[in-house]
């Protein structure tokens, strides 16, 4: 068992040394779920067989030390010498190849359960998203508002409540189901969504937007048009720029499913949203590769809501809720 834990143990961090490397495409749901299951086993083995195995060679040390004493005693010798207490510590001690595979699986096994059910950790990796969230933001992601999902295959549990107009989500990218994108929603299941010459129209009704002081953006090097959008029932912050063309030229728009609902032209795109899909965009609109770009999101592809700065190393003062 030592050669095997040692042979797996490896593994598991030369598959995280070459994706940290870059030599491959790493899953860390899916190691995370594989290191459960691994040192559940272990842990199932040390309590229901190595642990009974230590208690009972320790309970044999103590019995013969008893035994001995007895015979002694009948030969009239009561000064003897004592057990090495550690004799019973050493018998009764964990291996390392346990201590590190069912010694740690509580701990990983909460971190599972909570990552995969609660609440995920995710690190805002451009700036499609400015003003709303920066490159550098660590945010957490709701798992069950939406409804929660079986961790791997994405099976739902539970239905949940449906996604909202203006809702920052994150979802698994639809063309490599291995990449997360965050993004607003801005087109429900059976939505029109129009985007021509930077104004959004859903179902022929403008969307409401008021201007606001311009955005001074450090990771573009300027400033910027800012807009105070209304989607659904709560405002947010996006940036809009006249210098910038308002359409998608077609040679940037890569093959997607159901790509015959789209119209595009040099004015922008309009888009009949398929049932059980969503229409995403970025609230940074110049900086921003979305649903424009590649397409609808399925409901199976949705991961949680996007709902708490909880860290910025560059600026502690962003911490916090945001919508």
Known sequence: MPVLTFIVLAAFVGYIGAWLFGAVQGNFELLLFIATVV??????????????RRRA?????EGSLAQRNESLARQGITQVDTADPKAKEHLLMQPWWLDWTAGLFPVILVVFLLR???????????????????TGDFILVNKFTYGMRLPV?????????????????????????????IKRVVGLP????????????????????????????????????QFSETLGERE?????????????????????????????????????????????????????????????????NIVGKAFFI??????????????
């Not at 059910?117 to 969230?133: Q, V």
């Not at 295959?153 to 189901?177: A, E, M, S, W």
């Not at 860290?311 to 916090?320: A, E, T, V």
Request: charged share 20%; hydrophobic share 30%.
């Open 153 to 181: 295959i994405y099976t739902k549990l539970t239905n949940g409540h449906p996604l909202q107009r203006g809702d920052v989500v994150v979802f698994r990218y639809p063309l490599n189901l291995s990449e997360n994108y």
């Open 190 to 225: 059976g939505d029109e969504v129009a985007y021509l010459n930077k104004r959004l129209t859903i179902n022929g009704q403008p969307v409401n937007e008021t201007p606001l002081p311009d955005y001074s953006n450090e990771e573009e090097h300027g400033y910027r048009q």
């Open 116 to 134: 995969s059910f609660i609440a995920e950790p995710f690190k805002i990796p451009s700036g499609s998203m400015t003003p709303t969230l920066l």
């Open 310 to 323: 909880a860290m910025n190393f560059s600026d502690l003062k962003r911490i916090g809720p945001f919508h």
């Open 39 to 52: 040192t559940g086993l272990y842990w199932l083995a040390e309590r229901f067989y190595f642990l009974p």
């Open 57 to 61: 060679a320790a309970a044999k040390l």
């Open 236 to 300: 947010h912050r996006m940036l809009n720029t006249d210098m910038y063309p308002p359409g998608v030229p077609e040679s940037a728009v890569l093959p997607f499913e159901h790509r015959e609902n789209c119209q595009y032209s040099y004015d922008g795109v309009i888009c009949k949203v398929p049932p059980g899909a969503y229409f995403m965009m970025g609230d940074n609109r110049d900086n921003s590769e979305d649903s424009r770009y590649w397409g609808f999101v399925p409901d199976r």
